[in-house]
Structure formats: C-alpha cells, structure tokens
C-alpha cells in the first residue's frame, strides 16, 4: 500500500457543528502532516505529529483538534468552525519522521462551512 | 524559519516548447527541494527531487539543477504537451517540514 487515505472526501458542516476529518497510511512513515490549502494557493502547514507525538503546531485555532491515535491513523477534529475554514485539508505523511523523504499526499477533504 | 519564492506566477506556452519556474530559498540548511504538480481539484503528487549533495537531475522530459551558493533552483520540463497543464510547487525542506513556494500555474497550449 503506498497511499494516504482521507475521509470524508467532501464535507459541509454548520458552524456549530463538530466533526473529524481521518487520514490513514499503511507505508510505515513515521511523520503525519495536517495541511490547509485555500484555492490557487500553497499548501499551509498546521500540524506535524512525528512519531505519534505533536512536534509543530502552526498557531493554529483550538477550534481545530489534532489527534494521532497510533503510526497509522490520524485525525483532525472539528468544532465551531468559521466560513473562512472553507479549504481543501491534505493529510500527508513522510518516511523516518523527516520532511527530507518527502510527502505522499491524500487526495484531501475538500470542507465547506455553512 | 524558511523562506520559499517561486516565479514567475503564471507560465503560457506553446505545445513543444520548454518552460522553466525558479525558486529561491532562504536556509543555507536545507537540503532537499521536491517539486509538485497539482492538477484541478486533486492532491499535489510529487514529480521529481533534489538532495543538496547533487547538481541536477534528470527524469525523462523533467530535470531539476540546484545552485547551493546562490539558494536558488529551478524545473525545467522539455517538449511540452498539454498535460503538463497544472499548478507546480516547489519546496524546500527546513525543520522537519516542508515550506512551500506560492506556485506557478503553467498552461501548454495544443
């Protein structure tokens, strides 16, 4: 298996709403990336869990959650979001914990809020 | 922390010519620059990389020189076809991420 696999595809929440986003790769990377892309934009980093543990967060609002329950899993809670969180999220994962392998992708959760 | 530029924004070319996007990066520490190609509404994919112990590399019509001294490197894809048509990324590596440039949208034109 050499995928990263993200769930939902598509999601539209209200803005009371809480929901998860999941990624999940079976390649034995040990690095897991949350990213937001906005459209015709870069991708923005928000989270990095490495080797299970949160190394970076990006100042990211507490109204996203991350969670790396074991190697292969990783979620991003959602709660009480705003219109402007309307982006692609790519979950990407990396060899040896380190960025210098390079990212495999998901094919991301494309979230509108409402 | 690390800095990427990526020129020029927008690259439109004829089918069979060739187009080239530089980057320049600000830390001397970094040393691994990939590049990704991002088509409409899909993931960005990896379509070639760089460690800083190389020059260049080749991979069919797609290569890749970096410049160490100057910070700076660039993409180079030959003999152009309209599936090249997408967004390209460049990146460089620098504490245990990687940042990204701001992307260069190239359109090849039949």
């Known amino acids: 298996d050499t995928e990263v696999t993200q769930t939902p595809k598509h999601l539209v929440m209200g803005m009371t709403n809480k929901k998860s986003l999941k990624c999940e790769q079976h390649?034995?990377?040990?690095?897991m990336y949350w990213y937001k892309q906005k459209a015709k934009k870069p991708p923005e980093l928000m989270f990095v869990?490495?080797?299970?543990?949160?190394?970076i967060n990006e100042s990211v609002p507490s109204r996203f959650s991350p969670e790396c329950p074991n190697s292969s899993l990783l979620n991003l809670h959602l709660h009480a979001l705003q219109p402007e969180d309307s982006a692609l999220y790519l979950c990407?994962?990396?060899?040896?914990?380190?960025?210098?392998?390079?990212?495999?992708f998901g094919s991301g959760t494309r979230l509108t809020v409402v | 922390g690390e800095n990427v530029e990526q020129h020029p924004s927008t690259l439109s070319v004829q089918e069979g010519d060739s187009a080239v996007i530089k980057c320049t990066y600000s830390?001397?520490?970094?040393?691994?620059f990939p590049w990704y190609k991002q088509e409409l509404g899909k993931r960005p994919q990896l379509i070639i990389d760089?460690?800083?112990?190389?020059g260049e590399k080749k991979d069919q019509r797609i290569a890749v020189t970096l410049n160490k001294t100057a910070k700076h490197f660039s993409l180079h894809i030959t003999e152009t076809q309209p599936e090249d048509s997408a967004v390209y990324f460049c990146?460089?590596?620098?504490?245990?991420?990687?940042?990204f440039g701001k992307g260069t949208m190239l359109l090849v034109s039949p």
């Open positions: 990407a994962s990396s060899q040896e914990g380190a960025a210098n392998y390079g990212y495999t």
């Open positions: 390649m034995g990377h040990r690095a």
């Open positions: 869990y490495s080797y299970e543990k949160l190394s």
């Open positions: 830390d001397s520490a970094s040393n691994y």
């Open positions: 760089i460690r800083s112990n190389v």
């Open positions: 990146a460089a590596e620098g504490y245990s991420t990687l940042t």
